[in-house]
């Protein structure tokens, strides 16, 4: 998902110095003044709002700034910085060719703005123009380049869920093998000890005893050796495993957010919460999309399930229950809300 950077979104403003610095050098009116700062305010709170959306909303807030800067004009010819922002935001919220149709409608809003208002700024037009062009080339650049990062960052993070998928099955593998031989050795010299015992050759008994005891500890130490250094990642892991199963049944998912480090308690938990999730979407949705979905809170971590099935009743089942009963555990609860369907819990931070 496609986001404006937040944190210097306030640097950004400072492009308005050309709207404001004719309030200094003008003599306008009291009400000229009102109407120029209430405009400024207004046109604010929708640049901000946009950082607050998704790239499929941000066209609300797009037409808000352009229907401001259009009605201030007349007053204060700085407002082509404002046609700027607007051309910014619709080269990064949409693709190369709607921000070319965007951009001409916006410079057909400046050629009529320039043909009926704009009187002694012989510039205003060129001038708009060129900030329209060269300020949504940033946009179409700076989407680019998010997107760009958005995809390796993914890639990133798959290999490193198949990485702990790979260690985790050769560990696996590793123990059965380590177990199945060591075990089988066990088995054999107790049998061979409690025979021995009842024949009462205590001697001899004695001896496959001890090298019972030595076969164990081996195998102990041969487990260390096999775990060592092996940082578990079960939740990471699941939510591979659980996307390849749904991908297998014809679902197209999505997986959003970085997975939180969790204590052993909860990510038992989480892991157990999940599948009966997505267990659910797999038996009871007539969907075919899923969106997993990590997020952290000021409350804490919050997990989201959802899917664009069409859901009209949901039966209270013993995997509801469940997972209710596991949520209450961790000091949280289960919300759900139906067509589309969508499970939601925020696990607490130090559940």
């Not at 409608?105 to 001038?127: C, E, T």
């Not at 049944?249 to 204590?263: E, H, K, M, N, T």
């Not at 599948?275 to 809170?297: A, D, M, P, W, Y």
Request: net charge neutral; charged share 15%; aromatic share 12%.
């Amino acid at each position: 998902m496609l986001e404006l950077e937040k944190r210097l979104s306030w640097v950004y403003l400072i492009n308005l110095i050309f709207y404001i610095a004719p309030f200094f050098y003008i003599n306008y009116s009291l009400e000229q003044y009102f109407w120029m700062t209430l405009a400024l305010l207004a046109f604010v709170g929708c640049y901000y709002r946009i950082y607050r959306c998704h790239t499929t909303q941000m066209w609300l807030p797009i037409l808000l700034m352009t229907a401001i800067a259009s009605a201030i004009t007349p007053l204060n010819y700085g407002s082509i910085s404002m046609f700027a922002y607007v051309s910014f935001f619709i080269g990064f919220a949409y693709s190369f060719r709607q921000f070319l149709a965007g951009a001409a409608a916006l410079i057909a809003v400046l050629l009529l703005l320039d043909h009926f208002f704009v009187k002694g700024a012989p510039y205003f037009l060129l001038y708009g123009s060129a900030l329209v062009l060269a300020i949504g080339v940033f946009g179409v650049l700076d989407r680019a380049r998010r997107a760009s990062l958005l995809k390796e960052q993914r890639s990133a993070e798959e290999i490193k869920q198949l990485a702990t998928i790979v260690e985790r099955e050769r560990i696996a593998r590793d123990l059965h093998d380590i177990m199945g031989h060591s075990l089988s050795g066990i088995v054999l010299k107790a049998d061979l000890a409690d025979k021995l015992l009842q024949q009462q050759q205590y001697q001899a008994a004695s001896q496959q005893l001890q090298e019972l005891a030595f076969i164990a500890r081996e195998s102990l130490s041969q487990v260390r050796q096999t775990v060592s250094g092996y940082k578990h990642k079960g939740l990471a892991g699941e939510v591979q495993a659980l996307s390849s199963k749904l991908r297998d049944a014809g679902f197209g998912v999505d997986v959003q957010g970085q997975i939180p480090a969790l204590s052993a308690r909860e990510e038992t938990a989480v892991v157990l919460i999940l599948t009966e999730l997505v267990t659910n979407v797999l038996k009871h949705s007539n969907g075919n999309e899923v969106q997993i979905r990590f997020s952290e809170t000021t409350q804490g971590y919050q997990l989201m399930v959802s899917d664009n099935g069409n859901t009209k009743e949901l039966r209270q089942g013993n995997g509801l229950t469940g997972i209710q009963e596991r949520l209450a555990a961790l000091n949280s609860q289960l919300e759900w809300q139906l067509s589309p369907s969508r499970f939601t819990f925020t696990l607490p931070k130090g559940a």
